[in-house]
């Protein structure tokens, strides 16, 4: 069972297409690689409904104390001057197994931080850092230099608007860890809502000042499962203790794997309308190809048009497909001028920023002297157990009790594309209370967006890829601003009338 | 009749949402304008097809001896060094009105120019200055500093690829007059046609060492019209003296205005699938409205779908939807460093540069002090006579007759997009030769590219807008540099078989 899911599947649809697109990124590499294996045959992978997991108990909360102060990080290598506190370390989430979670914590950057709220960030993959994403290339306090050893401020950091909390999840992603190494290979959603749940649970025993704080969870991509998975697990169990252990307000998913059927027709569509493949090659998918759940074989006309798709597609990002890509991994001896846009090597600065023995210390990270370097996404993880072919279900139970519910989408990102969130939002047949219309923030129109009734909003980041923070840092902190307020986005047509 | 268009015209079909477009681009402006006359009832615009002009004849042709020298331009004011030649003045194009041309011409940055083709380059509009976009925005050597006094080379000039001529044209465009103020108001595509033939057959005899030389016209949006009117003309006058008056090569346009059906609904479908209109108001398009030629009325349902658009497109820059819009047109007391974007606010440098009475006097430009400041696009000239509804039946005449057609576009220009280009491409029903694929240039992807049987190049910039070279300099040089030496844009995976 340690073979990786590329040799374990012996029909490997889309791996034409899937295998081939720009190596930069390896976030690309690990949602291709789930999708790879849950459109095969006998891939073992459990796509039924997500449930809440049963054994989480009392046993699950460990003593904390003392160990908040041992996780403060006085100064990262190369760090700027900050005015807010960042604490970093291990939270164990299953004792017997010595299975850890590392998470990367930056209070609000204001003078008082007590008012505002504490905000989750979970990157997807699955198996992607959000320490590599999240914190130190999308919302996060600082950035990589271009020489891997310094770090410049992101003026739109998100901690701005809250109290921001950054966890690598699950087990062997990043500096999180296990020491039995079955647990590699028992991946999946429904163990790592668990361990996200048991690790919150801990995390505020820590840090027992946030209990009471209003709390949001927010990510990208495959955390369009994570983020939900979360949600109802920590509904279920305030309900199952009838009080809130934790005080969940709402969540907010960005380009996020949200209904497979709906994300991939809108990912072939948006090649399609993005003059990226052909019309016939896109009629031929539309005509022979089916992504209805549990489809596990296609057509040779559907695989034939895939493996065209592949080669359109291979040396452009398409997770922003007007982005430059990354030419050369190499540092540089001095920080390259910072620009507006996210250099598109910022992923090997961190790679290698991250790797520094005196980073890990100051991070209070790799405690364990892990085997393997630390990766954007995990080279550990290579089998996914269950991942349910939608998450709709849990929206509409978010939206039945009152949970604010924001979906946004960076649309220039070709690979969980705004077709797709529009399309997967479209099934679920809401009436519309806000009609589609341009949001602006600061005078500038940030996307464009539509409130349905039952209160989900959706909105797009005019622009943006799918690592919209990257991209979009102003607009980015405006919307998670107007998210974790509650204020609606609002449109010039409104500022008009 | 000096009454300009918006009122002539009673039943402003789209005026809600083609007056709102964002101001900032005078461009933007001028193609509306002429949308708006010809779906107007009465709009008098004849829509028949292009017929070449019958009254060039001999008288036509002035002496030129001794102009070429007098038109050298030594050195324009802030220019940097360079090591080619420009030209700058006066083409006489009817002696009787004292209507006269003002043409930039730029020599090809090479040792030896002799062996590089003669390309002339024309803007849209319909009124807008190639001196303004192409040559001070979009291909030409310089650029105008944030100072509006100074200059900064473009590196990616089309200069190194051909000997540049950017004209402005017609009469009331920029530099270019009429002493007869009739001129203006009775403009049209078979006067501007008839007019660019008489200048070129002058300015040959002005620069009759290029009289032999490889020729080709290229422009972009409304000049979809300007170049094939002209190059009709040119094989007409060609064949009708029986011998090669002109030695016209090929064609290339790009953004152009090509089929009004197609192009029409193309912008809106690209509206839809890049999220900037909703669905619903996309279907209330579709359903209720008809561009079809001739009609000249539409349903209120169409019209309340068109303020509905409008209002989502107020504030952001429908010609490269992706770009920041200009917010304050003021000039720096420095240049400001460059940057590999343009400026959003150059066209205000521009203008303020080309106001200039140094700038004007070392261009040999405004010589009979118009009374009106040199505009991007014209304020004079606001009635449009003629506008045939298609130009395809000219592409169909020029693959017969063996000349190089290809056209292009920019893929975030949402004005003349790349679905409205293949639609009215696919309206041709022309046999593939070269299925789409990736193009690349210096090993990045440019754009995507299909060759047609008969030999039409159809080539996409990805992530450029409306002004492709302004947005993508160095793919636009790629492709310029494919189309004037004859090969064909080549991609990955022919590269890699």
Not at 290 to 309: G, H, I, Y
Request: proline share 5%.
């Amino acid at each position: 069972m340690k073979t990786t899911l590329c040799v374990l599947y012996i029909f490997l649809l889309f791996s034409s297409f899937l295998c081939q697109t720009h190596a930069g990124n390896k976030q690309t590499q690990a949602l291709n690689h789930l999708y790879r294996a849950k459109w095969s045959l006998n891939s073992a992978i459990d796509t039924s409904h997500f449930e809440p997991p049963q054994h989480v108990n009392n046993a699950s909360i460990l003593l904390q104390e003392g160990l908040k102060e041992n996780d403060k990080i006085h100064k990262l290598p190369g760090q700027p001057y900050v005015r807010f506190d960042q604490y970093g370390g291990y939270v164990t989430v299953n004792e017997s197994a010595g299975r850890a979670f590392y998470y990367y914590f930056v209070e609000a950057d204001q003078t008082s931080n007590e008012s505002l709220p504490l905000l989750l960030w979970l990157n997807g993959g699955p198996g992607c850092s959000s320490l590599a994403y999240g914190a130190m290339q999308e919302l996060g306090p600082f950035r990589v230099n271009s020489d891997g050893k310094t770090l410049y401020r992101n003026d739109f950091s998100w901690n701005h608007a809250a109290n921001v909390l950054f966890l690598e999840s699950p087990a062997g992603v990043g500096f999180s860890y296990s020491n039995s190494s079955s647990d590699y290979i028992n991946c999946g959603d429904e163990s790592t809502a668990a361990d996200n749940y048991v690790f919150l649970l801990n995390w505020l025993e820590r840090f027992p000042e946030y209990k009471e704080r209003e709390f949001y969870i927010s990510g990208e991509s495959y955390a369009g499962h994570y983020v939900p998975q979360l949600a109802h697990t920590i509904l279920y169990y305030n309900k199952m203790a009838n009080k809130t252990l934790i005080n969940l307000k709402g969540i907010l998913i960005g380009n996020a794997v949200i209904n497979d059927e709906t994300d991939t027709i809108g990912m072939y569509d948006y090649f399609g309308s993005h003059a990226i493949v052909s019309d016939e090659i896109l009629d031929q998918i539309r005509i022979y190809c089916d992504f209805s759940p549990n489809t596990t074989k296609q057509s040779d006309k559907c695989l034939e048009a895939n493996a065209e798709v592949g080669q359109n597609i291979v040396n452009i990002d398409i997770y922003n497909i007007y982005a430059p890509v990354c030419s050369k991994q190499i540092l540089t001896s001095k920080p390259k001028p910072m620009s507006r846009a996210i250099d598109p090597c910022s992923e090997h600065y961190t790679y290698v920023y991250m790797n520094r023995q005196d980073v890990q210390e100051a991070l209070h990270a790799n405690v364990t002297k892990l085997d393997h370097d630390w990766e954007p996404c995990s080279d550990v993880i290579n089998i996914w157990k269950d991942s349910p072919s939608t998450i709709i279900p849990l929206l509409r139970e978010f939206m039945k009790d009152n949970l604010r519910v924001w979906i946004y989408s960076g649309d220039t990102d070709a690979r969980v594309p705004v077709t797709s969130t529009k399309y997967s939002i479209n099934s679920m047949s809401l009436p519309i209370k806000t009609p589609w219309h341009p949001w602006l923030y600061q005078g500038k129109v940030g996307g464009f967006a539509q409130v349905y009734e039952g209160d989900l909003t959706f909105a797009t980041v005019l622009g943006a890829g799918h690592q919209v923070p990257s991209y979009k840092p102003k607009t980015a902190l405006g919307l998670v601003t107007h998210f974790l307020t509650g204020k609606p986005l609002n449109g010039s047509r409104y500022r008009l009338s």
